[in-house]
């Protein structure tokens, strides 16, 4: 159970937590048409909050919108000060926040299009995404039998509300099947992403990940890690990955908001490299951490500080 703050942001209001509520006939809970975000705020070594690359969250937001055909009835930096006012309002140092453009109540059937655009923002604290245990010691994938919607099929570089439903599906079969998370493969064949997080592999000291063209959400943590490989000096190629690529791999890992940087130890039952977080892994955990909470200020334009 999430637990609850005091206040939502509403359409440009904060109203109560227990008062956030909608209209049954919300065409985006019929239809599944509707756009979010999920963004973090980290406490920082110094004591202060900041919200990791807003600026960017709530740019994808706008774009989704634009995939879905909403126009969202407010400006970025209304959006973006929304966010900074739901946690200042909250009280709150460290929390996931979860911005959500919904096609209100109206008419009802597909078209949907002159019903208003509303918009929420909603806060909450949220620990490690795949368990603490998860973070340190890697977790188990399953392969899924559910596939990622091809890019005609889906508009997967949009994050809209209905793309879940395959996501969700994907993760309840993973769990039922005693794995912590579904690894989804494309109609091709080729090494998808997560149910809610992209994917790296790590072999002979260099990385993969599934190009951008392809069926995968463009993630900010994984554009995130893509440039602390280069400030490492590691070397990555973003190119198609083969189901037996993860079997062979050294290392493997999910990056997400949610997810952060998690290490995977197994696939389809199948070890990867020593079975726990192999060295690339950790170094890229460790600097990407730092970001995020200090003390350093690596890139102080990815933070907006509460
Ligand atoms: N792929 C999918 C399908 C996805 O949902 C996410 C985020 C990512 C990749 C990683 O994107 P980014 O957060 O920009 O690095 N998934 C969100 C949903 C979590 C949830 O269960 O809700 C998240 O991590 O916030």
């Known amino acids: 159970m999430v637990d609850k703050v005091d206040t939502i942001w509403m359409d440009g209001k904060l109203v109560p937590w227990d008062e956030a509520n909608v209209h ?3 065409h985006t809970l019929h239809y599944g048409l509707g756009v979010f975000e999920g ?12 919200v990791f690359r807003l600026r ?9 919108a634009r995939v879905a055909t909403m126009e969202i ?6 959006i973006m000060e929304g966010c900074l006012e739901t946690i200042r309002s909250n ?3 460290e929390c996931y926040i979860r911005p959500l453009a919904y096609m209100s109540a109206g008419a009802m059937g597909l078209y949907g299009a002159d019903n208003p655009v509303r918009v929420s923002i909603a806060i909450w604290r949220w620990g490690a995404y795949l368990g603490d245990e998860g973070l340190e010691k890697g977790i188990r994938a399953k392969i899924s039998s559910f596939s990622r919607p091809g890019v005609n099929n889906s508009m997967t570089k949009a994050k809209i509300v209905g793309n879940y439903v395959n996501s969700i599906l994907a993760k309840r079969e993973a769990i039922a099947a005693g794995y912590d998370e579904a690894i989804m493969l494309d109609p091709q064949g080729y090494v998808s992403e997560a149910s809610g997080e992209n994917i790296f592999v790590v072999k002979r000291g260099a990385l993969f990940t599934p190009p951008q063209g392809v069926s995968i959400l463009a993630g900010i943590t994984r554009d995130t890690v893509i440039e602390l490989c280069r400030e490492l000096g590691l070397t990555l190629v ?3 990955v083969s189901r037996d690529e993860l079997y062979m791999a050294d290392e493997v890992f999910f990056t997400g908001t949610a997810a952060e940087l998690t290490p995977v ?16 892994t950790r170094r890229l955990q460790e600097r990407f951490f730092q970001l995020l909470r200090g003390p350093e200020e690596l890139h102080p334009e990815w933070l907006a500080y509460v």
């Open 24 to 26: 049954v006939l919300t």
């Open 39 to 50: 963004i973090r705020c980290y406490r920082r070594a110094d004591g202060r909050s900041a």
């Open 56 to 64: 960017e969250h709530i740019d994808r937001l706008f774009e989704s």
């Open 73 to 78: 009835p407010f400006e970025r930096a209304e």
């Open 91 to 93: 009280g709150i140092d």
């Open 238 to 240: 973003e190119r198609p």
């Open 265 to 280: 130890r197994e696939v389809d039952d199948r070890t990867v490299g020593a079975g726990d977080r192999g060295p690339i």
